[in-house]
């Protein structure tokens, strides 16, 4: 099975169908030579009976296609929580939320997603007050604040603070 000439096709056989339901392709990963998992995302987020929907609809295209073996296992699904953002389009509905991200170069950054563009996106830092025994009062430091471009991105995760 070649990788590329599957997702080329099942992103183009995606696009019409998601595009009517407001949806969009994420990601397909391909294991074992047979396992083929697609995820699919939207501005709202996703129900069940979308992956269904989707999957019957892949599922008579990839049949007889000669891309894929017989005996394949199809999975569709929205990336969930613990994937990395992979698409410009899913930021959007995180604004808001902090960001595990790393960068091309290797640097780390955990901050606050503050805006989203054609280009990329602006993180804020979130500056958490210190409860400190001390007397010595510390000036306040203001939050850095980061523009990066999605080409910097290398990975980009949701953070979740209880």
């Known amino acids: 099975m070649n990788f590329d000439e599957v997702k080329n096709s099942v992103e183009a056989w995606l696009k019409p169908e998601l595009d009517a339901k407001n949806l969009f392709f994420v990601d397909i990963k391909i294991s074992m030579g047979k396992k083929i998992e697609v995820y ?6 996703v ?10 609809f892949l599922e008579k ?4 296609s000669g891309l894929v073996p017989e005996n ?3 999975e569709v699904s929205s990336p969930g929580m613990d994937n990395p953002l992979k698409v410009p389009r899913q930021y959007k509905r995180r604004i808001g939320r902090i960001l ?5 170069d290797g640097v780390m950054i955990e901050a606050a ?3 989203v ?8 830092e979130v500056v958490e007050e210190k409860k400190k025994k001390s007397k010595i009062k510390e000036e306040p430091q203001e939050p850095k604040e980061y ?3 999605f080409e910097e991105i290398k990975r980009a995760l949701l953070q979740f603070k209880f």
């Open 100 to 104: 595990q991200v790393l960068k091309t």
């Open 72 to 74: 394949y296992i199809l």
């Open 40 to 45: 699919i995302d939207s501005d709202t987020g």
């Open 113 to 115: 997603l503050t805006e």
């Open 47 to 56: 129900h069940i009976d979308d992956c269904a929907q989707i999957s019957r």
């Open 117 to 124: 563009n054609e280009t990329g996106i602006k993180l804020k």
């Open 147 to 149: 523009d990066l471009k």
């Open 61 to 64: 295209l990839l049949d007889g």
